[in-house]
């Protein structure tokens, strides 16, 4: 049963397969940080002019769908539950069950996508563009560059998906799909925060400031 | 590297379990996942809730982002195992975070100060009959203040 193994198939060769593993994570978490850096400029800006235009900002954002948003956070939420299920799958070798949390994944970010095409067609066509006001500006450049981050993402999953279907991972080897999750599920934390920012802040229902 | 690593190939079937030592990443149980989720979807209804409570806007935001914060530390912990992380991931993944922090609180306190010293001038600038439009009101502060320092001598 047991035997000494050569490297298992899709690491380099000139590390070990440990070594491997754990130096590919720790290059996708450096990349996250720089993430956080590029985010973290557009969340600097927002912070900015949310103080200047306090009331202007309440008002704007209490033109926003916040039902919509608030699909769009359970539809990506929901997504990232997948993509960890899948990763618990690759972990365990289950190739075929991999691959189906993958298609959830990138069905429900396809579905996050839909919503966001709505919201946007809806605000274009009321006249609404990025050069209205600061916080149409912000919210366009800052869903947009997370909605680019989606595209992205479905296209790396989508990949994941073509990898299990040729029963690449194993317990031994499975890093692309941890790393490619850590993305992910990065992408889900940037909107837990656009969310309530972009949408909520305003106050709904009764507690709009409106 | 000195030692050499044994690499046992599990056979199709065998699934390792918890406190199975693969060298690779931890396996949590799939149970702590759901819950997990179940409490990331709670939280964001909480969220919403919290948003229709009849509070005061700067309340609005510390509660939003506080709830925001636990969101992202479920996040973080469970789902990208950040938990059974080493150290150097712990000091890569707080290193951003501490500059961005550092960054938020700068500008937030520049734009409060600033928010005490421009009103004026807007106020100037609307009295001349000009107008503004919010977009430029912030840009256009500074050369009014010129022209209003002519026209009253």
Redesign the interface.
Known sequence: MSHHETLPAGHYHHLEPEQAYHSAKLAMWIFLATEIHLFGGAFCAFAFFRWRYFDDFNHYAGQLNWQLGALNTLVLLTSSWAMVRGVDAAQKGLNKLCGRWLIVTIILAFVFFGIKAIEYSTKLSHGIYPSTHIFWGLYYTMTGIHALHIAVGIGLIYWLYLLTKKERFSTVYYTPVEVIGLYWHLVDVIWIFLFPLLYLLGGVGAGAHH | ?EHT????????G???TEDMD????H??P?DV??KV?AA??VL?LA??WA?????S?TA??IV??F??LI??AL??G????LLFEKK??WI??T???F??AL??L???G???V??ESIPSNVEIEYKKGKGFG??DE?LQAPDVKEDTAHSTH
């Open positions: 590297m690593t044994e690499w046992k190939r599990l056979g199709k065998d699934l390792p693969t060298g690779l990443g396996i949590v799939i996942y759901n989720f990331l979807v964001t969220t919403v948003a229709t409570l009849e509070v806007g609005h935001i939003a982002m709830i925001a969101k992202a996040v973080y469970c789902f990208m195992h150097i991931i890569i993944v290193y951003p975070l500059i961005l960054m938020i700068g500008t937030t520049d734009a409060s600033k928010r919010v977009n912030f």
